[in-house]
Structures are given as C-alpha cells and as structure tokens.
C-alpha cells in the first residue's frame, strides 16, 4: 500500500511570501489531517478533514492559513502571508476511520527568513 | 501540566543496551500511539494499543489504562534506532501528542 504523500520535501521563503503544500492520503482513508510541529514539540493539529468537510480548525490561524481538500482526496495548505515562526514542519496524516491507525506523510520542512 | 508527559526528554546509550521510554498521560484515551520521527521529520507509526502489550521486532510496547501509563522497550538497541520517540493518545478522533524522547544510540 502506498503511503502518504507530500510535498515538497523541504521550502524556504521569505517572510510575507506565500507557500502552499500538497498532501495524498492513502486511497481510500476518509480523514485526513494536518499537523504543524514546532521544533521541540509534539505536533498540533491545524485541520481534519473528514471527506472533503472540515470537522475542526479550531486551531488553523485562519487570518494567514488556509486549506481545502477538494474531491475528498487530496489536500493543499496554504499560508500567505508567512511569519517568521512559521517556521515548522507541516505533517499530513490519514485514517480509514478517526479510531482507527494513523499514516503520517514524510513532513515539509519549511523555513521562513 | 501537559496532558501528555513523556520521560526521559533526552537518551544516549551504547549499542547494545535495553532502553525504555515511559509515557504517562490525564485523559480519558479509546488508545495509545507511539510514534518514531527521524531527523528529517517524517514520523512512522510504530504501535497503536488499547490494552496489554504489543511486539514488532526489537520493539514492544505496555500499555497499563488504570495507572494512565504506557512503555515503549528496545532491546539490543542499534544506532539506527537513533529517533525522537513520541507518545499520543487518542480521544475518539483526535491526538494528543508528548513532546517526545530524543533517542541517541552510540555504536
């Protein structure tokens, strides 16, 4: 089974720029998850997706972040414009069910200067 | 208080060694997650447990729902098990993530 998919692997921008990410969940996982992890911490959810309807992004700074998952498959996040500490890796994650096992993607390392 | 203690923050041990990771959490949890992240940022899941103990390898996790406490073994460690460890537990559909055991073995 493939895994989950995300890219780019790594991003540097300047602040105020813009960036996006992609991610590819497993086939078939109806939820799907993005974490920002700050180095030195655990990962903190920003959205979950279940299909393409949002169930919480309680915690998506929504006056920069955005993210949609059309079609209920793949998923972009976009930040604009970006700060400083921005700076994190953004982790997606998917689950065939929300009780069920986590696949977590690869991370993009992005690095805001 | 986090919700999610992990102990110790930081490992170093020789190759060879049995190591233990501990995780002790304060909410009500339907299962326990551990999770392996290397340098570069991608985390594996390792184990996913609601009750008793679970083996894969070299790695075996306990998980104890009375105490709210959770164990994560590596016997005959290897410098490729060099990682940051981290616990999760999870509240129907969502994670609680500790900060993690950054894990260092030394040929």
């Known amino acids: 089974e493939a895994g989950v998919a995300q890219s780019p692997r790594y991003k540097i921008i300047e602040k105020r720029q813009s960036v996006a990410f992609w991610c590819n969940p497993i086939?078939?996982?109806?939820?799907l998850y993005w974490y920002q992890q700050i180095l030195g911490q655990g990962p903190k959810l920003l959205i979950q997706?279940?299909?393409?309807?949002?169930?919480?992004d309680s915690q998506l700074p929504k006056d920069r972040f955005s993210a949609e998952r059309l079609k209920g498959v793949d998923s972009t996040l976009k930040i604009q414009p970006a700060k400083l500490e921005d700076s994190a890796v953004y982790l997606c994650?998917?689950?065939?069910?929300?009780?069920?096992?986590?696949?977590f993607g690869s991370g993009t390392r992005l690095t805001v200067v | 208080k986090n919700e999610v203690e992990q102990s110790p923050q930081n490992l170093t041990a020789q190759e060879g060694e049995f190591i233990t990771i501990n995780c002790s959490y304060s909410?009500?949890?339907?299962?326990l997650h551990w999770l392996q992240q290397h340098p570069g940022g991608g985390i594996v899941s390792l184990f996913m447990?609601?009750?008793g103990k679970k083996k894969h390898g070299r790695l075996i996790a306990t998980i104890n729902i009375q105490e709210k406490h959770s164990s994560l073994h590596i016997t005959a460690s290897h410098p490729r098990d060099s990682a940051v460890y981290i616990c999760?537990?999870?509240?129907?559909?969502?994670?609680?993530f500790g900060t993690g055991t950054r894990l260092q073995v030394f040929p």
């Open positions: 999760a537990v999870g509240d129907t559909d969502k994670l609680i």
């Open positions: 447990l609601s009750s």
């Open positions: 086939s078939g996982h109806a939820t």
């Open positions: 994650a998917s689950s065939p069910r929300s009780d069920y096992g986590y696949t």
């Open positions: 909410v009500g949890i339907s299962a």
């Open positions: 997706f279940q299909n393409n309807g949002v169930v919480d």
